[in-house]
């Protein structure tokens, strides 16, 4: 059974860095869109970032010029390079991965998620 496994949280002071690691088990997805969600304390899953199976990315307007998401397809693992950490960064953030395919901000709750790693920011 494919499963995502998160890695790589932990607390920081703000303007600190930190990198997000996910790896896959069970299946290849080398040809899925890889994305990094967050939610915070009281507030929705929200997307952050992701990355095509080509190597083109998004992010979220909160996160662009901070955030880098890549993947080492030979490691089924897919990145998420922080810096310039913000207390409002603060969230469970998750990783996710479905077939190629409409708006790449978009993942169903169907679809493969890890299971999170926590993220804290101190100011």
């Known amino acids: 059974q494919a499963q995502l496994v998160e890695s790589g949280g932990g607390l920081v002071q703000a303007g600190a860095s930190l990198r997000l690691s996910c790896t896959a088990s069970?299946?290849?997805?080398?040809?899925?869109?890889l994305g990094w969600f967050r939610q915070a304390p009281g507030k929705e899953r929200a997307f952050v970032a992701s990355i095509q199976w080509t190597g083109t990315t998004y992010y979220a307007d909160s996160v662009k010029g901070r955030f880098t998401i890549s993947r080492d397809s030979s490691k089924n693992t897919v990145y998420l390079q922080m810096n310039s950490l913000k207390p409002e960064d603060t969230a469970v953030y998750y990783c996710?991965?479905?077939?190629?395919?409409?708006?790449?901000?978009?993942?169903?709750?169907?679809?493969?998620w890890g299971q999170g790693t926590q993220v804290t920011v101190s100011s």
């Open positions: 069970g299946r290849t997805f080398s040809s899925y869109i």
């Open positions: 996710a991965a479905r077939p190629p395919g409409g708006s790449a901000s978009e993942f169903r709750l169907s679809d493969y």
